[in-house]
Nanobody, 126 residues
């Protein structure tokens, strides 16, 4: 059984930093993409950052250079270091994992197969 448990959310001022952590269990095989999605009220859930089995990373344009995704222990821990936070980064952040052995590029086609954490709230005030 796959479980993803996020921690590290909170309320900060614009320009400050936060680190999100995700503890994963049950991801038995190599080939999983792991990533962070976020959703704010009235908006669709969007992929923020992802990392594949080889450590290749991808970010949406709005967080490029500010956020860093890392996987200290493969399929066990996932981090998202968020720097220079902006009010528009306010959202519920979800840890996610999906089996895509060829890379994370097709993740949007595999959302129905994705495992999700329960989410952690990040609030950035100006």
């Amino acid at each position: 059984q796959v479980q993803l448990l996020e921690s590290g959310g909170g309320s900060v001022q614009s320009g400050e930093s936060l680190r999100l952590s995700c503890a994963a269990s049950g991801l038995t095989y190599e080939g999983y993409c792991m990533g962070w999605f976020r959703q704010s009220p009235g908006n669709q859930r969007e992929e923020v950052a992802s990392i594949d089995r080889d450590g290749n990373t991808n970010y949406i344009d709005s967080v490029e250079g500010r956020f860093t995704i890392s996987q200290p222990t493969a399929r066990k821990t996932l981090l998202l270091d968020m720097n220079t936070l902006r009010p528009e980064d306010t959202a519920t952040y979800y840890c996610a994992a999906v089996f895509l052995p060829n890379g994370c590029g097709d993740w949007y086609r595999a959302l129905h197969l994705t495992y999700w954490g329960q989410g952690t709230q990040v609030t950035v005030s100006s």
